[in-house]
């Protein structure tokens, strides 16, 4: 265990977050210099792992004043979709924002509707309110919390982008057990008597959606990555794609949508480590994966070796750790993949000549080594 590394990776997180408590998703790589809900809400909680409550406590409250900023596209997008009327990307709330907590619009190709975000601030912030005993940031958020769980209920079955940014004809697994976890947080923060909101049937939004899932997320005995809509004609749902990706271990942490000895899981999770997991490496996205040649991705590679520290492997766990920690460079630096073992190399040189070299620091890469690094040490 590389104490060294591990706290410049919490000085790595420090220096990255802007004045306005956003989180630069890297700083380096032109393409990331904005705050993803996703990736911060994640970078948050691993700071919440290590004591800087402050830090996560900025970022929260960004995300409450970012949210408050556009809630009118939430009654917009009500309205529009009771009247049938379609929905552009831009119409519904955006997955990443500047800085300083404006929508972007440089690149109008870019996946906007993407809805895992929003479901992860919720989890993320109830882990915060926990870990630091700070409950009272739950009822001074308590105007963006609404605005989310409306959001959330009212597109929650809409198909969107994945948390890989692709797909957008599809309704994605890991999304909606974001979104399941999101209804189920704020359950337990109305029941435990922590946020007073009561107008919004969140218990049974949870079921919902868990049901959902297990109806139609489910194939020979495990989860899958995404399919079609219910209401696309049967012969093209035949379409969806029944491979596994590295992103359903959420399902079992940190969501808990599924209990740790859940066939389903064990399922889902034998695959990933058959088709996702090069021994003694890293873990891959999808066996399909041909950004920069489809390499071993660092917070997935983390993700399973916290997954294995939440049924007591600790060993698996601790040679995943040591795996990641022998890929920092010089600087202390974790890139967001290693391409020595890549799946398709005759993509690598295209990403490198369109956006440059693999992204490097990439926060979400140091703040998922950080949850691993204190799920050994504390766990």
């Not at 590389?2 to 700083?27: R, T, V």
């Not at 992204?359 to 766990?379: C, D, E, R, V």
Request: proline share 4%.
């Amino acid at each position: 265990m590389d104490q060294a590394l591990y706290k410049k990776s919490i000085q790595l997180i420090l220096d990255n977050q802007s004045q306005w408590g956003s989180y630069i998703a890297s700083p380096n790589f032109p393409t990331y210099q904005y705050c993803w809900l996703r990736d911060g809400s994640y970078i948050a909680h691993a700071m919440d792992t290590a004591g800087e409550y402050e830090s996560a406590s900025a970022f929260f409250n960004w995300v409450g004043r970012t949210i408050k900023r556009f809630s009118y596209k939430v009654d917009e997008a009500r309205l529009r979709l009771s009247a049938g009327q379609p929905m552009g990307k831009d119409d519904l709330l955006h997955t990443r924002f500047t800085l300083e907590g404006e929508e972007v619009y440089i690149d109008n190709t870019w996946g906007n509707f993407q809805i895992d975000g929003y479901g992860t601030w919720l989890w993320a912030l109830y882990e915060h309110a926990k870990k630091s005993g700070d409950f009272g940031i739950l009822e001074k958020l308590k105007e963006p919390i609404e605005i989310t769980l409306r959001y959330l209920e009212l597109v929650w079955n809409l198909p969107n982008y994945d948390c890989w940014e692709e797909h957008p004809e599809f309704l994605h697994t890991y999304y909606l057990s974001t979104v399941y976890d999101g209804f189920n947080a704020a359950e337990d923060m109305i029941r435990l008597g922590k946020l007073d909101m009561r107008d919004i049937p969140v218990e049974a939004l949870a079921k919902e959606v868990r049901n959902f899932i297990f109806t139609s997320a489910v194939k020979n005995g495990r989860l899958i990555k995404y399919f079609l809509p219910p209401n696309v004609e049967f012969e093209r749902r035949l379409i969806g794609n029944d491979c596994v990706d590295a992103s359903l271990l959420a399902a079992g942490i940190p969501y808990q949508m599924l209990s740790p000895g859940d066939p389903v899981l064990l399922a889902t999770i034998k695959t990933i480590e058959d088709d996702l997991y090069r021994t003694g490496g890293g873990v891959y996205r999808y066996k399909a994966d041909v950004y920069y040649g489809g390499g071993e991705w660092i917070l997935l590679t983390a993700w399973l070796g916290w997954y294995y520290t939440s049924i007591n492997q600790l060993d698996k766990a601790k040679a995943i750790c040591q795996w990641i920690e022998s890929q920092a460079d010089e600087n202390g630096w974790l890139p967001e993949q290693v391409n020595e073992h890549i799946l398709f190399p005759e993509h690598y040189d295209p990403w490198v000549k369109k956006w440059g070299p693999v992204a490097k620091p990439l926060t979400w890469s140091h703040a998922m080594y950080m949850i691993l690094f204190n799920a050994i040490t504390q766990g």
